[in-house]
């Protein structure tokens, strides 16, 4: 009479580690991250999260703070394995990824019975597809060669761009960003004129002014820039102060700061590259855009990623499919992974761990224009979508010789 009903077990979670600069130079890039991810792990935990032979068991995401440096990185994952972790998450650098994909390459030969599988989701130096590909790494972002085909498609149309100049951080990604713009440019637009060709420190420069006063006097019809957080956001300001009136042909123009930085300035000379914009046509993609609003109605919180999205419901869709979380087998069902939201569809390459998926690239107006109903962090602008990729049209050939585990 006095028994009482046994309480009921709570699941273990699989846990997914954040690696990512939390606090530095790129802070504000890691925060957008991380609110990306926890809206995308709370939409698998609602619907019950994932299928293992054991039952059913929610998403746990945990943050790491690497600082934005590799050895905090490095030592950020190893505490990750350690607390459970299997699912590594990063993407804010290249260096990072590159020095990441090398230690899990590591760590799984060494351990196998705690192997674990990284998930990048914004890293696009393309040798971590190609030459430096690896079976325990998926890439949700386009690689930089990717993005610059995109940005190359409109440039090669504009014929009131005559000279151009390159300007990017100094390390692996600013590198080949300017190296494929020279490339592509020479291909398909042999008439620009390159007027100045600039590499600068990563995320250490609190002053752009020197360098705009070079762009404006170069006579630059045009800046070609993979830059990211301060390091754009504070160039497309002093541009602007210095009396720049080119176009910005930029990967990351979008947010984080710069249209509000950028102003009327930017109004039909800002470009920027993404695999989704909010402005994207279509109901599907407005109630996604509304959707994420009502989660983080901050007009500061306001960076959506689609593809951090479709990430995690990759991951869970593997985790489904192989009934657990062993490495190898999620990878197996991971790299054949098919994905919908928002009226986009991204699929998986297994040959080298790419997703293909949409490319668009949008123009700078006001707020209320033709195509910019939504602004961009309360800053009053927006991006009008001018260029859509389908994913046959924006993939890539790889050279990537992979080794698979046997």
Request: proline letters at 5%; one cysteine or more; charged letters at 20%.
């Amino acid at each position: 009479a006095f028994a009482q009903p046994a309480p009921q077990a709570t699941p273990r979670t699989v846990k997914l580690a954040l690696v990512e600069g939390l606090s530095g130079g790129n802070a504000n890039g890691g925060e957008a991250v991380f609110r990306n991810l926890v809206w995308a792990v709370e939409r698998v935990n609602q619907r019950g999260g994932v299928k293992t032979a054991d039952g059913r068991r929610p998403l746990e995401l945990i943050r790491y703070d690497s600082k934005g440096q590799i050895e905090e990185a490095l030592s950020a994952m190893r505490s990750a394995i350690d607390d459970g972790a299997r699912f590594i998450l990063q993407g804010n650098s290249s260096a990072v990824a590159a020095a990441l994909v090398e230690a899990v390459e590591k760590h799984n030969a060494r351990d196998p019975q705690r192997r674990v599988l990284f998930l990048n989701y914004s890293a696009v130096d393309p040798v971590l597809t190609n030459e430096k590909c690896s079976f325990w790494h998926f890439r949700f972002d386009a690689h930089a060669d990717m993005r610059m085909a995109a940005l190359m498609s409109l440039l090669k149309e504009d014929r009131s761009v005559g000279s151009a100049y390159l300007i990017g951080q100094d390390y692996s990604f600013g590198q080949g960003v300017l190296r494929e713009a020279r490339r592509q440019l020479a291909a398909q637009r042999p008439d620009v004129r390159i007027v100045g060709d600039e590499l600068h420190p990563l995320l250490r420069i609190k002053d752009f002014a020197p360098y705009a006063a070079k762009i404006k006097a170069s006579g630059a019809q045009a800046v070609i820039t993979g830059n990211f957080s301060s390091d754009l956001t504070l160039l497309v300001k002093a541009a602007r102060e210095a009396g720049f009136e080119g176009k910005f042909y930029t990967f990351y123009g979008n947010a984080l700061g710069a249209p509000a930085a950028i102003g009327d300035a930017g109004v039909g000379k800002v470009l920027a590259v993404a695999d989704w914009l909010p402005n994207m046509p279509g109901a599907a993609s407005e109630s996604f855009y509304e959707a994420f609003h009502r989660r983080y109605p901050n007009p500061a919180d306001d960076y959506v990623h689609l593809r951090m999205q479709l990430m995690v419901e990759a991951l869970a869709q593997a985790i489904d499919a192989a009934g657990g979380t062993e490495a190898v087998a999620v990878a197996r069902q991971l790299e054949h992974a098919q994905v919908s939201m928002a009226g986009q569809t991204g699929t998986m390459r297994a040959s080298d761990h790419q997703f293909q998926q949409p490319l668009v690239v949008g123009l700078m107006d006001r707020q209320g224009a033709p195509g910019v109903k939504f602004d961009v962090e309360g800053s009053g602008y927006g991006f009008r979508v001018v260029k859509v990729l389908s994913p046959a049209q924006a993939e890539m050939p790889t050279t990537c010789r992979m080794q698979r585990p046997a």
